[in-house]
């Protein structure tokens, strides 16, 4: 970013909001938002206690969980809707409809239908990840050159090879950004799973912190969240970079 | 007899129809490619040349007839044929030594063994010290080297080629063309070589299958004799090369619109 003709430094507009932020929370405009200098302290104060590193831990547990089987179920049903016509027809509707669905309203049935505990949760995760994961695989391999595949064809690739060294890699920066996506929508799946299934994890925290107007706790938290979802996008941003140099010539 | 152009022929078609829904892309055609020759498919677009060459790979199925390849029949790909892409069709993501073995790989050869082939060819096609390089850093003609050595790499008896050099420059392809004839005359291999340039054809083929379209079939089999043994740099000033072009010239400008 550039500012009369001054290269300013990386994330300067981070900067300018922070401070921004500190100036309201210092003439206590709203008690919503404290001053920001307040929230560090507070989370220093709370990021070595118990019940914090037990809630990050369920949190972690439970993305880590999601976020997989959103990730080897996703890609490869993805993959094979591109391949194959017939199972691209039966399950494009249904990805679509769930793509758009209000998940949060689906949470009471799933608790019903796997109990009040972790599994339910995992689910969530993975019904807010798997979606975009789908259908971005999906049009990776739409676009697949066919000429590609006709010449693993002609050397004689058996279906498995055919599926991990061509529509893998041909597949991949589409897969990438897919993947990342769907990562950031399962910070929101795993949040709104602990809330409403069982008060456990960051869910908890939020729960307790909002109804005893703890606001600087609570943003406390909200930033911790947010930092490990930008550091999971950052890091699967350059996973993309470093696979653009095909990406445009397939 | 038949054990006789069996042993000649390294590939033989034979009535083979392929329909694709109501159009008919061939219509009982037969041919044969004799061993360690160059036959290039000739003819407009539209006359199915692409279409019996990929059949012939076992890409394409035909609704009826067969296809023999030494006197077997071809139900599918084979290690006995090779192909080389109109569009190169390497691996964006891999390098250059990635992609020439990347055929050996399929076929189960082992790391060591299949880069240590793969390089010998690079060198051959006379891309030594472009191993690690990726395909888009690489101009058109270097692109196809790479395809033609991943071709050569399996060692496979018959070559097929799909408008090889329709995608690279003219000057390229010269040179293209002069090599394709050392690897004929030094490779004891069948090359079968789709084409719409009558010059390049008549330039390269020991015979020269015209392919005519609606309905598509072979109207002439043509095998320039007088100039086959000569110097790759005097084959265009032959008088047998000139007549030859302007004879197909003849029969094929009907069909252009």
Redesign the interface.
């Known amino acids: 970013m550039k500012l009369f003709g001054y290269q300013l430094p990386a994330m300067s507009s981070l900067l300018i909001w922070g401070l921004l932020w500190e100036i309201v929370g210092q003439v206590e405009l709203t008690f919503f938002l404290p001053a920001l200098s307040e929230i560090f302290v507070t989370l220093s104060e709370i990021i070595t206690t118990k019940p914090f590193i037990k809630a990050l831990s369920e949190t972690g547990q439970a993305f880590f969980l999601g976020t997989f089987f959103a990730v080897t179920v996703g890609i490869p049903v993805g993959i094979l809707m591109g391949k194959n016509q017939l199972i691209d027809e039966l399950l494009l509707p249904w990805v679509n409809v769930f793509l758009s669905a209000p998940l949060t309203a689906l949470v009471p049935v799933l608790m019903i239908l796997f109990g009040f505990g972790l599994k339910s949760i995992v689910i969530t995760t993975t019904l807010f990840a798997i979606w975009i994961i789908i259908l971005n695989s999906r049009a990776g391999v739409k676009q697949i050159?066919p000429?590609?595949v006709?010449?693993?064809?002609?050397?004689?690739?058996k279906p498995m090879?055919a599926f991990l060294?061509?529509y893998f890699?041909?597949a991949?920066p589409e897969i990438l950004s897919g993947v990342r996506i769907g990562f950031i929508r399962a910070v929101k799946g795993v949040i709104i799973g602990q809330l409403l299934i069982s008060i456990v994890g960051f869910g908890a925290l939020f729960e307790l912190y909002s109804s005893q107007f703890l606001m600087s706790h609570f943003w406390a938290v909200l930033l911790v969240l947010f930092a490990m979802a930008f550091t999971i996008s950052e890091f699967l941003a350059s996973l993309e970079r470093r696979?653009s140099?095909?990406a445009s010539?397939? | 007899m038949n054990d006789k152009t069996t042993s000649v022929n390294a590939v033989e078609v034979r009535n083979v129809y392929k329909n694709y829904n109501e159009v008919e892309a061939l219509q009982d055609l037969s041919l044969d490619f004799p061993k360690g020759e160059l036959t290039s498919l000739l003819g407009p677009s539209g006359c199915g040349k692409t279409t019996l060459l990929k059949i012939i790979a076992g890409l394409i199925p035909t609704t009826s007839g067969e296809v023999k390849i030494n006197g077997k029949k071809v139900t599918g790909p084979g290690p006995d044929r090779a192909f080389v892409f109109q569009d190169f069709a390497l691996l964006p993501w891999e390098t250059v030594i990635k992609n020439v073995s990347f055929g050996l790989e399929l076929r189960g050869v082992a790391k060591s063994e299949r880069e240590a082939i793969a390089e010998k060819y690079i060198v051959d096609v006379g891309l030594a010290g472009f191993e690690h390089k990726f395909p888009h850093q690489l101009s058109g003609g270097m692109r196809q080297r790479v395809g033609l050595a991943r071709a050569l790499s399996v060692d496979a008896e018959v070559l097929l080629m799909d408008e090889p050099f329709s995608a690279v420059d003219e000057q390229t392809r010269r040179k293209f063309q002069e090599d394709l004839l050392n690897l004929v005359k030094n490779e004891n291999k069948t090359f079968l070589f789709v084409t719409h340039s009558i010059e390049e054809a008549v330039y390269l083929s020991d015979q020269i299958a015209l392919l005519l379209p609606r309905p598509s079939r072979v109207s002439e089999i043509i095998r320039p004799s007088g100039f086959r043994h000569k110097d790759v740099d005097s084959i265009r000033r032959d008088s047998e090369y000139l007549d030859i072009v302007d004879r197909i010239w003849d029969s094929l400008r009907t069909y252009v619109e």
Do not use: H, P
Request: aromatic share 18%.
């Open positions: 050159n000429s590609l006709e010449m693993a064809q002609s050397f004689g690739a090879d060294k061509i890699w041909a991949l696979v140099y095909y010539k397939r």
